[in-house]
């Protein structure tokens, strides 16, 4: 009898690459001209990173610089969720950005109901925030992939444990 070949679907960003983009971030603020004496910043507190900047104005090159650096180091930003700019202590203001791990029970299931709809011989079981899809043939298991990274799905997935 043929082994079962499996992948997971899995929403989680390198927290390495995450964590290395924003001290090039904090570096390029400290370097940049337009932000000499401005007590603008960049930190991560647990799964969050917070940004602060005097005016709004400011904050957005902030928020842009980190989105750039997310950029060069192939993090998709659908990893990240902006909340919105409020008002800080000493006239600042902050922004918070969530950092999005796991696939949400909905997605799941719409990811899941995509794999099925597409006729091949496959299972897809939701285990937790991940997605398993085992299958016999890896040519249907490579289908699947493609058809999930064809559908553009809001949230950023990586498909990992190929075997």
């Given at each position: 009898?043929?082994?079962?070949?499996?992948?997971?679907?899995?929403?989680?960003p390198n927290m390495q690459e995450v964590d290395n983009a924003?001290?090039?971030a904090?570096?390029?603020?400290?370097?940049?001209?337009?932000?000499?004496?401005s007590?603008?910043?960049?930190?991560?507190?647990?799964?969050?990173?917070?940004?602060?900047?005097e005016d709004e104005f400011k904050l957005k090159n902030v928020s842009t610089i980190l989105q750039d650096k997310f950029a060069k180091r192939q993090i998709p930003i659908k990893f990240f969720e902006?909340?919105?700019?409020?008002?800080a202590l000493g006239g600042t203001v902050k922004q918070d950005v969530t950092i999005k791990?796991?696939?949400?029970?909905d997605k799941a299931k719409e990811i899941t109901k995509l794999i099925k709809a597409s006729g091949l011989k496959v299972q897809?079981?939701?285990q937790g925030d991940?997605?398993?899809v085992s299958g016999k043939k890896l040519d249907d298991l490579q289908a699947v992939i493609q058809k999930i990274k064809a559908a553009n799905l809001t949230i950023a997935l990586s498909f990992v444990n190929y075997r």
């Open positions: 009898m043929p082994q079962d070949h499996s992948f997971d679907i899995v929403s989680k924003i001290q090039m904090a570096k390029e603020l400290a370097n940049r001209f337009d932000f000499k004496g007590i603008s910043k960049i930190e991560k507190v647990e799964e969050k990173i917070k940004l602060v900047s902006f909340g919105k700019v409020e008002e791990q796991g696939i949400p029970q897809a079981q939701i991940e997605i398993r």
